[in-house]
């Protein structure tokens, strides 16, 4: 399949938005509509256009969360982007912060967390309809993002657990991922998805995955929504910062710095090759 993004219709689609004065969870998720029936005309624009295609295309409205604060995220802004990859994010912790393997929310990931349910709240009120397909990242701080934001949520079905939807790995060890008993202990409400290993089978610490790889799984991850959710319109996906942005490297858009907490709309457009 051809994946491709839609523009124009969320703030967040302008090349020259500003993550950071946009913020994570803006208004109206960054909806350009500001109408009463917002979600209405988006959803039926969608569906018009997935009825009348000439090209055999579907369109998908898809939510990309990026999990809250975690505990790698304060050691980095500590230390700095360099040193923190030069050094400090090959190790543990520093005796004052523990950030590796797999951290958890800080309390204020957990406020972002609530922050994007509060949205969520106001906008499913407002017409949005609830995500008809769940995916998350088998990292912690994902999870506990994905729990917090969706919590006491009727009409929801089980989030799916997959491999493909954690960060880039490699290296730091905050993108180790704990044993898949941890997760079915620790988050009996979600599914994981078939195959999924025991342990970590991806991570080293001697090389980082690149960009582009992370690319090639998004695009997997992609590929399975649109086959596996035929009909499905309204799609959720919790993860991280670099395999969000390998979601728009495998749509064809620029990088987005999406801060912690934050949700990233996406109109996007599959083609069969």
């Known amino acids: 399949m051809k994946f491709e993004a839609v523009g124009g ?22 909806l350009l509509d500001a109408s009463g029936d917002r979600w209405a005309s988006l959803l039926a624009t969608l569906a018009q256009l997935n009825a009348t295609t000439g090209d055999g ?8 969360g990026r999990h809250g604060q975690g505990y790698h995220n304060v050691a980095e802004d500590k230390y700095g982007t360099d040193a923190w ?49 769940l995916y998350c990242s088998p990292m912690t701080r994902a999870m506990q993002t994905q729990q917090i934001t969706f919590e006491g949520v009727d009409g929801l079905k089980p989030a799916l657990i997959m ?9 730091h060890t905050c993108d180790k991922r704990r044993s898949k008993t941890y997760i079915q202990e620790n988050f009996p409400q979600f599914d994981i998805e078939e195959g999924f290993s025991e ?27 649109f086959t596996a959710d035929a009909g499905r ?21 620029p990088r987005y710095a999406l801060p912690t907490g934050g949700i990233l709309p996406v109109v996007v457009k599959a083609t069969a090759l």
């Open 9 to 30: 219709l969320f703030a967040q689609d302008d090349p020259l938005a500003v993550p950071q004065k946009i913020g994570g969870v803006p208004p109206r998720f960054g």
């Open 57 to 64: 295309a579907v369109y998908k409205l898809v939510f990309f």
């Open 85 to 133: 990859d030069d050094h400090w994010a090959k190790l543990d912790g520093d005796g004052e912060l523990v950030w590796g393997p797999d951290p958890e929310l800080t309390s204020l990931g957990k406020e972002q967390a609530l922050a994007a349910k509060a949205m969520w709240k106001t906008e499913l009120a407002q017409g949005l309809p609830l995500p008809e397909s």
């Open 163 to 171: 491999e493909d939807c954690r960060e880039e790995y490699g290296e």
């Open 199 to 225: 342990e970590d089978e991806l991570y080293t610490a001697e090389d980082r995955e690149t960009p582009e790889h992370a690319a090639e799984r998004a695009r997997r991850v992609l590929e399975h929504v």
């Open 233 to 253: 319109t309204v799609i959720s996906i919790t993860a991280h910062s670099g395999i969000i942005n390998g979601f728009l490297r495998a749509l064809g858009r």
